[in-house]
């Protein structure tokens, strides 16, 4: 259950919610003469429900940010796209790892958590083609946040709660939608040449970032092509302990770059178009640790060598191409068909995680440097087709979306380098060469009773996988095992109106995850140090039951969402113990199991107003709370889950838009106590509650070019986001590395021809 001292904020900010709307309803009754603002009532989403719905007739909670909102907050990554999103977070750790020992930020953004579940239980997918997995082993940890670039991003939709029911595997709590832009949205209607251009910088990790893209068209033909190039350090941060070893606080220094291209071949012919994509992105890290420099003590207080150098290079790399076939009717329920789209795509995905430790005996026993080469790769071939039709019976009309899809994927990673530890040999995999088939098929409808008052949207899924492991001669003492399964994934909203503004709506939704091969067939065996892991070929798939209620009001300036949401999630797989002492006679055996159940619950409020006259702001809150119970355990916290998080946002946009800004405000409450017991080794460090204020503003110079500007922290708080520093104790001397940046700045160039 909630913690009632912890609704009491809540509370506090609903009322101020509520008196946000009885006052933007009275100015927006004395504005006049002035341009209408886009809203809920205009915003079209299609996750929800697999057919285009406006945000304010959804049966589920969606937000829609679209390429303006992100140029005008100035986002660089996707942590940046939801950091005034409350309920949805990146968890970015600071880069604290070492050679063969320990994976602390080695991810990066690594992946979106939605209420409270995140990693690979939550879909990311970019124009309708699901990203590669993530995966953590060992030294490793590949998370999925740098594969996508925002520059080159038309809008994403976050769609909260399951999504199994229309996409089938990895929907487990919510699901992220990218779409990337077509040639048509760079070119004014009349004309045949379009584009744009953007410079951009930010000094919270000195990040230079430059994209162009240039779209043309003749005749039935048109074409784009994209690309952004990013140049970035370490992420700063408030620590002050600038030395090396493990007591540094400072960042470790780090140089990247990132190279993202998108080409873009359209034809259209009249209802008809064909559309061939190309996509690739480049990114590379490179980490001087020097938090992991100095003595290494294994046994006493003699250091057994010292770490003289220690470097890493990480690569990520990610590969598409599709084609894809859309036919659109003129009218819909004209005919059979309304809409249709058929695609067929190539995706691959490659890691690759290096990292160099220089060392020097103490004594005697020499202690040869070391490297280590981690690699998971992913190549997916894959194809997806949906269809609608609408339809009237009696006095109901139908809106019928079906499709399904099917993807094919080659997985494999491989642990090598110099001087394995004693015990091990090299190259050697956590888990042989898989093949993975994930496939589906669904059904849903809108059906719509007294025109429109009430809308019901029924939908189900049938979905079946496949894990096909290969007799890997890397693992020569380990037999593999296969494993299938299938699923049906049901799903149902409502909406009821009630007037011209006000909606009802409420949502009940199952969700699943498929083992991943990782998973059925992790393998490691140290029988020196007493350890080894074995299959699980009857590992289940996750699941999740979500309900979901609230009430949203909706006028042309007005828009108040609250929401309530439940979700049971069941057969969580946890690595554990399940047999041995830890001795090499009896060694210890890790096994992946179907082991946790999760409960989560919580409440959610948004608000926006725009008035005529320009005058604008936003509220936002989200509060949940979650425990995990296990057999013969006692219930614990979920601490994934973030605290309370509060946004406020007061701004001004000309009606012509040719100047505005925005002050915010983003209050995260600590970690309650109780909420944080058994997660750490001891008494859990909970970062202090805090507020932030950032300030946004652009200004039109002329009718093409547009300058940005943002000022972040401004009051230069200290504060750490409890997502990157759970694990840590409160005896812990490094927090202050897990802190966010000071005061920091960002300013953009904008050109439109």
């Not at 933007?24 to 299609?46: G, R, S």
């Not at 998370?143 to 029911?165: C, F, H, M, Q, Y």
């Not at 259209?268 to 003595?295: I, M, Q």
């Amino acid at each position: 259950m909630i913690n009632p001292c912890s609704l009491r904020p809540a509370a506090l900010a609903v009322s101020t919610l509520a008196l946000l709307a009885s006052q933007a309803a009275f100015a927006a009754d004395k504005a006049e003469d002035a341009e209408e603002q886009p809203n809920d009532q205009d915003t079209i989403t299609v996750t929800a429900t697999r057919a285009p719905v406006t945000i304010a007739d959804a049966p589920a909670t969606v937000t829609v940010i679209d390429s303006e909102q992100i140029a005008d907050e100035l986002a660089t990554d996707i942590r940046d796209l939801v950091r005034f999103e409350p309920g949805v977070t990146v968890r970015r750790a600071p880069a604290r790892f070492g050679a063969a020992l320990g994976t602390t930020g080695r991810a990066g953004n690594e992946d979106f958590n939605i209420r409270g579940i995140g990693g690979n239980r939550v879909l990311i997918q970019v124009d309708g083609i699901r990203s590669p997995q993530g995966f953590s082993f060992g030294a490793q940890d590949v998370g999925r946040g740098n594969a996508t670039d925002v520059g080159l991003i038309k809008s994403v939709e976050i769609l909260r709660g399951p999504a199994s029911a229309f996409y089938g595997s990895d929907g487990l709590s919510g699901a992220i939608s990218f779409t990337t832009s077509d040639p048509e949205d760079l070119i004014e209607p009349g004309a045949n040449l379009g584009g744009f251009a953007r410079a951009q910088y930010s000094s919270a990790d000195s990040e230079f970032a430059e994209t162009i893209a240039v779209a043309g068209m003749t005749g039935n033909l048109s074409g784009m092509l994209a690309y952004s190039r990013r140049d970035f350090q370490e992420l700063d941060n408030q620590g002050t302990v600038d030395v090396e070893g493990p007591t540094r606080t400072a960042p470790n220094p780090q140089d990247g770059f990132s190279n993202a291209f998108l080409g873009k071949l359209l034809w259209t012919s009249g209802n008809h178009r064909l559309r061939l994509t190309g996509e690739y992105l480049e990114r590379e890290v490179f980490s001087d640790v020097l938090s992991g420099r100095g003595p290494v003590f294994l046994f006493g207080p003699t250091p057994s060598w010292i770490v003289d150098s220690l470097t890493a290079t990480d690569t990520t790399e990610r590969k598409r191409a599709s084609i894809d076939w859309t036919w659109q009717a003129d009218m819909a329920g004209a005919g059979f068909l309304d809409y249709a789209h058929v695609a067929g795509y190539w995706q691959d995905g490659n890691d690759v995680q290096f990292a160099d430790e220089d060392r020097s005996p103490t004594g005697t026993r020499p202690r040869p440097d070391r490297e280590r080469l981690n690699t998971f790769n992913n190549e997916v071939y894959g194809a997806t087709a949906d269809f609608r039709s609408s339809f009237d019976t009696g006095g109901i009309s139908h809106t019928l979306s079906l499709g399904g899809d099917v993807s094919w994927t080659t997985q494999e990673g491989l642990r090598d380098g110099v001087e394995p530890p004693f015990g091990e040999v090299f190259p050697a995999r956590a888990f042989p060469v898989t093949d993975f088939t994930l496939g589906g098929v669904f059904i849903g409808d809108a059906i719509e009773i007294s025109d429109g008052a009430f809308t019901l949207y029924p939908a189900i899924r049938y979905d079946f996988y496949d894990l096909d492991p290969t007799d890997d001669p890397l693992l020569p003492n380990f037999n593999e095992t296969g494993q299938s399964g299938s699923r049906w994934s049901p799903k149902v909203g409502a909406v009821a109106k009630l007037g011209d503004n006000i909606r009802l709506f409420g949502n009940y939704a199952q969700g699943f995850r498929a083992p991943t091969p990782s998973q059925v067939n992790n393998f490691f065996e140290n029988l020196a140090f007493g350890y080894t892991s074995a299959p699980n070929p009857d590992l289940e798939p996750e699941t999740s039951e979500t309900f979901e209620l609230g009430v949203r009001y909706t006028t042309d300036t007005v828009n108040i969402t609250l929401t309530g949401f439940a979700a049971d999630y069941d057969n969580f797989i946890s690595q554990e113990v399940v047999s041995g002492t830890g001795t090499p006679f009896d060694p210890s055996v890790f096994q992946f199991v179907n082991l946790d159940s999760v409960k989560v619950e919580g409440v959610e409020a948004k608000a926006s107003y725009q008035a005529d006259n320009g005058f604008r702001a936003r509220f936002a809150l989200a509060l949940a709370d979650g425990e995990v119970r296990s057999p013969g355990a006692p219930a614990s916290a979920l601490s994934t889950i973030d605290p309370l998080n509060v946004v406020f946002g007061v701004g001004y946009r000309d009606p012509d838009s040719a100047f505005g800004g925005e002050l915010i405000t983003t209050y995260n409450a600590r970690k309650p106590a109780n909420d944080a017991v058994g997660v750490c080794n001891g008494t859990c460090f909970r970062p202090s509650e805090f507020a932030i204020f950032d300030a946004t503003a652009f200004y039109r110079i002329g009718d093409h070019l547009t300058v940005r500007a943002g000022i972040f922290n401004i009051t230069d708080r200290k504060y750490a986001y409890w997502s990157d520093v759970r694990g840590l104790t409160t005896t812990s001397t490094i927090t202050d590395a897990f802190t966010q940046p000071g005061r920091n700045a960002s300013v953009s160039l904008s050109l439109q021809f």
